[in-house]
């Protein structure tokens, strides 16, 4: 479709592309042809030999990447350990999300150093498991209806390392940490940063948003987010952690699709 309309699509609405998607566009055209050049495949039974002309590589092609998926996923599932897992999911609220559309890369950052320190420090707390753990964590930024919907799965261990590091401490079966208390202290940590980020002058606001450049508009749009709960769901998956690393694997490598 894009090798036979492509061009022509860009002379009508080339003025509303970004270079993101022209350069999406020009791989998609470009994968598996001479334009990428080729490589000689040989059988090392039969002798037989074919050219073969390289792919682009490019996450929005839907030809590309399967391989490189597979051995994620595989390499990933060869990591997992004899024990349950639970599958964590952070979610952002709107007045969250609405900011991280126009600043993509800081406010996802956040979003890992939030999600990873909640965990970490309620995990540790001896009231709650008072153990260090380790877990996977692929951020998601859609949702189902492949609109902007920003969250983090996180697969986690159920146990963690001691801290004198001589024993394995198991969480109780079934039951990983309280949502709730993950829920506020997320919350917390991720607007402390979310309003350093501000200070240093990291965000940028443009269109819609242009007034939350200002301290006191920044600071009002996000009342409502502090008082709300924000949403965190732990729970055991149901067809095990193999389940989790296959639907998050789906999208390690190339953009969502929506099925029809």
Known sequence: ??????????????????????H?????????????????????????????????RNRNCPKCQSLARARWLADRQAELLDTQYFHVVFT????????AFQNKPAVY????????????????????????????????????NLLHHPHLHCLVPGGGISPDGSRWVACRLGF???VRVLSRLFRGLFLHYLEKAFTAGHLNFFSTLQSL????????????????????????????????????????????????
């Open 1 to 22: 479709m894009f090798r036979r309309y492509g061009e022509a699509y860009r002379d009508q609405h080339g003025g509303s592309l970004s270079t993101v998607q022209r």
């Open 24 to 56: 999406a566009m020009s791989a998609i055209e470009l994968c598996r042809t001479a334009a990428l050049g080729g490589h000689v495949e040989h059988c090392d039974s039969c002798d037989h030999q074919r050219i073969a002309y390289n792919s682009c």
């Open 92 to 99: 952002v609220p709107d007045e969250v999300a609405v900011i």
């Open 109 to 144: 950052d956040i979003l890992f150093r939030a999600a990873s320190e909640t965990l970490r420090t309620i995990a540790a707390d001896p009231v709650h498991l008072g153990a260090e753990i380790g877990f996977l964590s692929v951020l998601h930024t859609w949702g189902q």
């Open 176 to 178: 990983f940490l309280p």
């Open 213 to 260: 450049q200002e301290r006191s508009a920044f600071l009002r749009h996000l009342a409502p987010a502090r008082r709300a709960e924000w949403v965190v769901y732990a729970k055991p998956p149901f067809a095990g952690p193999k389940q989790v690393l296959t639907y998050v694997g789906r999208y390690t490598h190339r953009i969502g699709k929506r099925r029809l």
